[in-house]
């Protein structure tokens, strides 16, 4: 099996040829494309048990894209600083759409987060975030995605080549329909826009009709994110983020953007950070740095619900974004229902 990734990983190496630095014009070799996907056929005839001519007739079918391409090289979060990046999800037509959905959805949406313990405006605020409440679920096939980035980029071929290959269990377990999705540059699908291997491990079908529907169906939608989120940790009502200042004391170093909780709500106080939560000393915490605007800097002290959703797209931009749109939909809906949740 090793050797075998092994020749689909060179194979893809050998298929790229140029990518610029403005990541604008980017050629393939299409012998190579062909002899990594020769490659990948026999690894998931011979792991699986796929009809090889059905397996060829599908990856026969599937283009190489030279957007998803230029696409995989500049996404928003890496290249978009946090202030402009919050003004496209923090606007007020997504969160009144969201306080609409909410409204729309009351039922489904309690349900979902009461079965599964998760704050209702987070996955309101996930919905809001991906797809504009379903609204924009990506308009390439998504097996034309995976294939264009399992065959044709080798900085993430093994990342795309084993989400292909999951994307072809899915289409055997759930049905071929599934070969005609349309999904994101990068593959994922849906409303909530679940990864092939994130769809096989944590779609539900919440309504016992025998399908996980995550592009139609929001019973199914709504639980299939709720689940995901608690599966990876959410603890209910615990703090997610919280702003902080640096103190008098703080002596550095200016904190990055990493994912893990490397610290403590103790030694984050004690290295000069000013922030307030009810945690205890010994709570696992991350400090963070985002671009206030174009000259200075804001900082943010996250635990471990932040760190979760952090599984849900591995960016702080994003996972504070979310926070912060659901904490905004909310409290739109408490205004408007005139009520206070729990």
Known sequence: MRNRRRSLLAAVAAAWCVQTASAQDVTYDAAAVAAARAEFVE?????????????????????????????????????????????????????????????????????????????????????????????????????????????AYPPRAAFFASELEAFLLMSREEGPHVLDALGSYAGAMGAGQFIPSSFRAYAVDANGDGIRDLWNDWEDILASVANYLAVHGWRAGAPVAVPADKGPDWQGPEPGQGLDLNATVGGLAEAGYVFSTDLPADAPALVFALERDASASEYWVGFHNFRVITRYNRS???????????????DGYERASGSVLP
């Open 43 to 151: 690894r998931v005839v011979a792991e699986h048990g796929f009809d090889r001519a059905d397996v060829e007739s599908t990856l026969a079918g599937a283009a190489i894209d030279e957007s998803i391409l230029r696409s995989i090289s500049r996404p928003a979060e890496r290249v978009v600083p946090w202030h402009e990046y919050r003004a496209i999800f923090l606007t007020p037509a997504r969160i009144e759409a969201g306080i609409e959905f909410w409204r729309s959805n009351a039922a489904l949406v309690e349900s979902a987060a009461g079965r599964h313990g998760v704050e209702p405006e987070l996955l309101l605020a996930i919905l809001g975030v991906e797809t504009l409440f379903g609204q924009r679920m990506g308009r390439y096939r998504v097996l034309d995605a995976l294939s264009t980035l399992a065959f």
């Open 316 to 330: 702080v931009k994003y996972a504070l974004a979310a926070y912060e749109l659901g904490t905004a939909i909310r």
